[in-house]
């Protein structure tokens, strides 16, 4: 059982400034608790907050080289802590320990690492003129992150944030808490200064209003599903301070009448079913051709019932999803595509055969969805994947778009054909033929996607105020 009824706070792990209730962890694996931790309050994070303005005027003017030190001092005690924060991710929330090491603990590496590199020689200043136009730190930043990828999104907010100067106070998932705390041992260990980095564990009604609605927060940061980004939005807007969000997704994946079916089906149904298909990215909604239904239905059919579905510590494709209070809402989603008449091509409701106890679900198929059907529309967020048939390549970009969303988007088929649709889809990111993430490619959403970007050198903006000023340099005079 692990175990963490304090706070991070200004450099030190803290008791809660007030007599805190304490929350059981669940493994969703066994069902079981794996460990406890204290909830906030909105003392706490007055506390936290108060620790970081206070830190604010002394980081922000650091130098680059201090900053490029710092995050490079973060990445080694990352890699001594890897192995614990892979371990952790899969006891928490479920993700197969392959996973949880090749992909999801690597991705906090790889945020740092990236930010290193843009860090070296970004542009903070530049001379128009007379001119001198000036990017600055923001100042005190709040980031509530989610459970799906813990590490991802901690790390693709902080590792910007510090190497821009500013400081802030985090708010995890309660769902998975235990990765953030390896996180802020991380950066303790590495030598962030008292007052940079604070975490604050707790539940999005109590500690997530107090952040967003924080006086002395300068921008919040949230990732997490639409309906929550509206309230953070909200308790936000009295104080007029910026907003950045990562939000739901309904993603299509257009698989064009002249692509590799086997290949584009196939590669399709893993890319969704990934992580449980608990990514907000997954590829949901497969749009193919209307004569090559029963043969793309039978493909995605035989890659669905590959995988395999268990023990995440075992050699499983698929683990859990997260809680049972996601199970549920999978089921109910689940068989309401079978009440509207969708084809249950595979899986279904209930657990896989032989796995009594977990939260575990079939990997689902359906074809001959509508793109009306409530499985078309709203976001599942588990291994459920819905296969749209198509007249015409028009009517697959219309109704690709035809979604309050707009995160992502993939398209199967001949390059220059590929590169045609992917400029008519309204999405933030949209992958061609399969290709890996890139690390540098800016993540954000279109509509209710959110706004603002995510990754790379885009990242940094999100974290700096422009100034101008003007009259810096006196104007030559003519010879």
Same mark, same amino acid.
């Given at each position: 059982?692990?175990?963490?009824?304090?706070?991070?706070?200004?450099?030190?792990?803290?008791?809660?400034?007030?007599?805190?209730?304490?929350?059981?962890?669940?493994?969703?694996?066994?069902?079981?608790?794996?460990?406890?931790?204290?909830?906030?309050?909105?003392?706490?994070?007055?506390?936290?907050?108060?620790?970081?303005?206070?830190?604010?005027?002394?980081?922000?003017?650091?130098? /680059?080289?201090?900053?490029?030190?710092?995050?490079?001092?973060? *990445?080694?005690?990352?890699?001594? /802590?890897?192995?614990?924060?892979?371990?952790?991710?899969?006891?928490?929330?479920?993700?197969? !320990?392959?996973? !949880?090491?090749?992909?999801?603990?690597?991705?906090?590496?790889?945020?740092?690492?990236?930010?290193?590199?843009?860090?070296?020689?970004?542009?903070?200043?530049?001379?128009?003129?007379?001119?001198?136009?000036?990017?600055?730190?923001?100042?005190?930043?709040?980031?509530?992150?989610?459970?799906?990828?813990?590490?991802?999104?901690?790390?693709?907010?902080?590792?910007?944030?510090?190497?821009?100067?500013?400081?802030?106070?985090?708010?995890?998932?309660?769902?998975?808490?235990?990765?953030?705390?390896?996180?802020?041992?991380?950066?303790?260990?590495?030598?962030?200064?008292?007052?940079?980095?604070?975490?604050?564990?707790?539940?999005?009604?109590?500690?997530?209003?107090?952040?967003?609605?924080?006086?002395?927060?300068?921008?919040?940061?949230?990732?997490?599903?639409?309906?929550?980004?509206?309230?953070?939005?909200?308790?936000?807007?009295?104080?007029?301070? /910026?907003?950045?969000?990562?939000?739901?997704?309904?993603?299509?994946?257009?698989?064009?009448?002249?692509?590799?079916?086997?290949?584009?089906?196939?590669?399709?149904?893993?890319?969704?079913?990934?992580?449980?298909?608990?990514?907000?990215?997954?590829?949901?909604?497969?749009?193919?051709?209307?004569?090559?239904?029963?043969?793309?239905?039978?493909?995605?059919?035989?890659?669905?019932?590959?995988?395999?579905?268990?023990?995440?510590?075992?050699?499983?494709?698929?683990?859990?999803?997260?809680?049972?209070?996601?199970?549920?809402?999978?089921?109910?989603?689940?068989?309401?595509?079978?009440?509207?008449?969708?084809?249950?091509?595979?899986?279904?409701?209930? /657990?896989?055969?032989?796995?009594?106890?977990?939260?575990?679900?079939?990997?689902?198929?359906?074809?001959?969805?509508?793109?009306?059907?409530?499985?078309?529309?709203?976001?599942?967020?588990?291994?459920?994947?819905?296969?749209?048939?198509?007249?015409?390549?028009?009517?697959?970009?219309?109704?690709?778009?035809?979604?309050?969303?707009?995160?992502?988007?993939?398209?199967?088929?001949?390059?220059?054909?590929?590169?045609?649709?992917?400029?008519? *889809?309204?999405?933030?990111?949209?992958?061609?033929?399969?290709?890996?993430?890139?690390?540098?490619?800016?993540?954000?959403?279109?509509?209710?996607?959110?706004?603002?970007?995510?990754?790379?050198?885009?990242?940094?903006?999100?974290?700096?105020?422009?100034?101008?000023?003007?009259?810096?340099?006196?104007?030559?005079?003519?010879?």
């Amino acid at each position: 059982m692990r175990e963490q009824l304090k706070f991070y706070i200004d450099g030190a792990w803290v008791d809660p400034s007030q007599g805190a209730t304490t929350l059981e962890v669940i493994n969703p694996a066994t069902e079981a608790p794996m460990g406890r931790i204290a909830l906030g309050s909105a003392a706490d994070v007055d506390a936290a907050v108060k620790a970081a303005a206070a830190a604010f005027p002394a980081f922000s003017r650091t130098t /680059r080289a201090e900053r490029i030190e710092l995050l490079s001092a973060i *990445l080694a005690e990352y890699q001594k /802590r890897y192995a614990d924060i892979a371990a952790v991710i899969t006891e928490e929330m479920g993700a197969p !320990a392959w996973l !949880a090491n090749q992909a999801q603990a690597a991705l906090g590496a790889a945020h740092l690492q990236a930010a290193i590199g843009v860090l070296q020689n970004y542009r903070f200043e530049e001379e128009r003129g007379t001119t001198l136009i000036v990017k600055e730190p923001i100042g005190v930043c709040g980031f509530i992150t989610p459970w799906n990828w813990p590490i991802n999104q901690i790390a693709c907010k902080v590792a910007p944030a510090l190497a821009t100067g500013c400081t802030m106070v985090l708010k995890p998932s309660e769902i998975a808490p235990f990765n953030a705390i390896i996180w802020a041992e991380v950066l303790h260990a590495a030598g962030v200064p008292k007052g940079v980095f604070n975490l604050v564990n707790g539940d999005g009604p109590t500690v997530g209003v107090a952040l967003s609605s924080h006086p002395l927060v300068d921008m919040v940061s949230f990732t997490g599903s639409t309906r929550a980004g509206v309230e953070v939005a909200k308790n936000a807007a009295p104080t007029v301070k /910026r907003v950045h969000q990562e939000l739901g997704g309904k993603s299509p994946n257009i698989i064009l009448p002249s692509a590799d079916l086997a290949k584009a089906v196939g590669g399709g149904v893993q890319s969704m079913m990934m992580n449980s298909g608990q990514s907000c990215n997954a590829p949901s909604r497969m749009f193919v051709p209307r004569a090559k239904m029963a043969e793309a239905a039978a493909i995605a059919k035989a890659a669905a019932e590959g995988m395999t579905v268990g023990d995440p510590n075992g050699n499983a494709m698929l683990g859990p999803v997260v809680s049972e209070a996601q199970f549920n809402k999978i089921q109910g989603l689940i068989q309401k595509g079978i009440d509207e008449g969708a084809t249950l091509v595979t899986g279904g409701t209930g /657990r896989p055969e032989g796995l009594a106890k977990g939260y575990y679900v079939k990997p689902t198929i359906f074809a001959d969805v509508s793109n009306d059907m409530t499985i078309a529309r709203e976001e599942i967020f588990g291994p459920v994947l819905a296969m749209l048939p198509y007249d015409s390549v028009e009517q697959a970009i219309e109704q690709g778009n035809d979604t309050v969303y707009g995160l992502a988007a993939y398209v199967q088929g001949p390059e220059e054909e590929a590169r045609q649709v992917a400029r008519q *889809l309204r999405a933030g990111q949209v992958t061609l033929n399969g290709a890996g993430f890139d690390i540098m490619a800016p993540f954000g959403g279109f509509k209710q996607s959110g706004n603002g970007r995510e990754w790379g050198d885009h990242a940094f903006g999100e974290f700096l105020e422009v100034k101008a000023i003007v009259g810096w340099s006196i104007p030559q005079a003519a010879e």
